[in-house]
Each structure stands twice: as structure tokens, then as C-alpha cells.
């Protein structure tokens, strides 16, 4: 159901029935190393390529999650899923592998809720029995992509962020009945913001206002207030963006208590790991929601999460030719 200008309300409670994800090293070291699946040693991951690599991760992911459900491919309507690199390839292939019909989505890092997003309105609206939805990225290979390569040893300024390496996977269905497991119960859709940054390692300043239109947006088409929550968490703003989004969202009048606001850029790493400002990429907000927040929720610590991912909708070629940063932000409430 529509609920004002850009949010649906799920009113069949599409379950979030079980969830895989996946990591390489940095992600071993890190705060939430206990809430993976599948660890890796090296970024290599046995493979020729760093992209090669980065589909394993989602190759792994999904059947991690399939196993853990005791389904196979083929009790699959759709898969959703994205990634960063050039023309989705890593998620492509993976999707190649899976043999499950397949949405290719890039929402840069906010493919995650965009993915949760339209997956729950499949299910909730009949469209499907079981979707699988995800997301995915590789810092060697975004790095190469979108600044510079791993072995070029550039240096970064405090504002830049760390790309997370790691691939998270969800399967939504109908609503089973069954307790202790989460469901999604509204999803709003963001718009396309852009305030004219135009540096490529100040993610979290580009996609702050983005997060701010989308969170004020839902409180205003839900009518709610953000103390419904438990938590509200973006992904990923890392330290400048959250900062910043909180002082935008108090200069519109939305007062939100500091304790419950965070972010999964400042949640996945340890603070003596040397990712400046944060982590970001498309897999960090999949790995941190459907690893740890999710498990959190099972264990009583949230009844209740709003999860805001944003996105950098930018690319080489646009940061090339001088354009600004358009970003986006999406946001999927779950509650258990």
C-alpha cells in the first residue's frame, strides 16, 4: 500500500527467513567477525582476479543462505542483487552460477534496501514466494575502479572511507507465522539528491543529504516518530556523513536521540584499523544488517530498526569529466 508521497506500508509482513554473508580478511578483524558465514584470509580468495573474487563472495552468500533455509535454486522465483563494478559483473556472474531468474539493480551502496525494498513489495503483493536479495563489494576491486589501485599506495585524506569487502544475502518470503523471526513492515523510496560535491573521498559529506531527505520522508509518509525505533542506522556515512545527516535532520525540525542513531560504516571495523573515516560499499550495509543487526534483533536487543542505505550514484567517468555527486538513500523498516 502507497502511504503518502514515496513509502509502502507492507501490511502481510514479508519474513526475512534466513540470510548469508560473507568476508575476507580486513572483515575477520574486525568488530563483527562472529556475525559471518564465511571468512577469507586473503583478498585473492584462490581466484585470478579481484572481481572474480568479489562473485565468489555472492556465490557463496547465496548458497549459504539457501542451505540454511534447505531450499535449492530452483524453489526460487527471483534473485535481486548489485554490486559497484562496471556493469554489475560480479553479481551477473554470480547470478550466471545460481540459475535463478535475476534483477541486476545498482543503487551504488544503497543496493541493499533498494534490493529489501522491492523484494518485500514482490512478496507482499503475491508476486513471489521466495526472492533472494543482496548486495556485494570487494575493496580491492572498487578501489581499482573508482580511486586507485590496492598496489598503487595512494594516500587518503580522513574524510575518505574503507571498502568493505563482504557480500550479504536475504531470503524474503511470505509471512511463515513463525516467531522469532523478522519481517520487513515499510519501505521509502528515495529521490535523487545532489548539493554539488564533486570529491570522490568524501562519500559520507555527498550522501548525508540524501540520507536526511529519505529519513525525514518516511517519518512524515508513516507518521511516526523517530523515538518508534529502537534503532535507526545508515549505511554508510561513516563519521563525516553521520555527523552531518544529524545535523541536518535537527536544522528540519527531526530530533533524534544520538544513542539510537548509527551507522554501519562506523559499526563494522575495530577503531585501531586504519579506515579513516569509516567502511562503505555496497556490501557493508548487506553484511552488517543481515549478519549483526539481524542476529541482534533474534537475540531481543531491537524489536524495532529503521535501515537507511545510501548510495554515491556517481561514476569514473562522471568524476573524470568534473560532474558533481548525485546520491540516494533508501530505507526499509523491520521489526520483530
Avoid at 514479508?14 to 580486513?26: K, L, Q, R, W, Y
Avoid at 553479481?91 to 539493480?105: D, E, K, L
Avoid at 526472492?131 to 578501489?143: D, P, R
Avoid at 550495509?285 to 537507511?308: C, E, F, T
Wanted: some cysteine; aromatic content about 8%.
Amino acid at each position: 500500500m502507497l502511504v503518502g508521497k514515496q513509502s509502502w506500508a507492507f501490511e502481510n509482513h514479508p519474513v526475512i527467513a534466513a540470510t548469508g554473508v560473507s568476508g575476507g580478511p580486513f572483515e575477520a578483524n574486525g568488530n563483527l567477525a562472529q556475525d559471518f558465514d564465511i571468512l577469507h584470509d586473503d583478498l585473492w580468495m584462490g581466484q585470478d582476479s579481484y572481481e572474480k573474487a568479489q562473485r565468489m563472495l555472492m556465490e557463496e552468500a547465496i548458497k549459504t543462505t539457501l542451505d540454511k533455509a534447505n531450499l535449492q535454486e530452483e524453489d526460487i522465483e527471483f534473485l535481486i542483487a548489485g554490486d559497484l563494478i562496471n556493469q554489475m559483473t560480479p553479481t551477473s556472474f554470480a547470478a550466471r552460477t545460481a540459475q535463478i531468474p535475476y534483477f541486476g539493480i545498482f543503487g551504488a551502496c544503497s543496493t541493499s534496501m533498494e534490493g529489501l525494498a522491492l523484494a518485500s513489495f514482490m512478496i507482499n503483493y503475491h508476486g513471489a514466494k521466495n526472492i533472494l536479495t543482496g548486495a556485494s563489494s570487494h575493496n580491492a576491486s572498487t578501489e581499482k575502479q573508482f580511486r586507485y589501485p590496492t598496489e598503487y599506495g595512494g594516500q587518503k585524506p580522513p574524510t575518505a572511507q574503507w571498502t568493505a569487502t563482504g557480500a550479504g544475502v536475504a531470503l524474503v518470503t511470505a509471512n511463515q507465522q513463525q516467531n522469532n523471526l523478522p519481517y520487513t513492515t515499510s519501505a521509502t523510496i528515495g529521490k535523487v539528491i545532489d548539493m554539488g560535491l564533486t570529491d570522490p573521498f568524501n562519500m559520507g559529506g555527498a550522501m548525508a543529504p540524501a540520507a536526511a531527505d529519505t529519513i525525514t520522508a518516511h517519518f512524515k509518509d508513516l507518521q511516526r516518530e523517530p523515538s518508534y525505533y529502537d534503532l535507526i542506522v545508515t549505511g554508510d556515512l561513516a563519521k563525516v556523513g553521520r555527523s552531518t545527516v544529524l545535523e541536518l535532520l535537527d536544522n528540519n525540525g527531526l530530533k533524534i536521540d544520538h544513542q539510537r542513531f548509527l551507522d554501519c560504516g562506523m559499526m563494522i571495523y575495530k577503531e585501531d584499523q586504519p579506515v579513516q573515516a569509516g567502511a562503505s560499499g555496497a556490501g557493508c550495509s548487506a553484511v552488517v544488517l543481515y549478519g549483526h543487526l539481524l542476529n541482534q534483533m533474534k537475540q531481543g536487543v531491537y524489536k524495532r530498526i529503521l535501515v537507511v542505505a545510501t548510495g554515491a550514484l556517481l561514476s569514473p567517468l562522471s568524476v573524470q569529466q568534473n560532474d558533481s555527486i548525485p546520491c540516494i538513500a533508501h530505507a526499509v523498516s523491520i521489526e520483530i
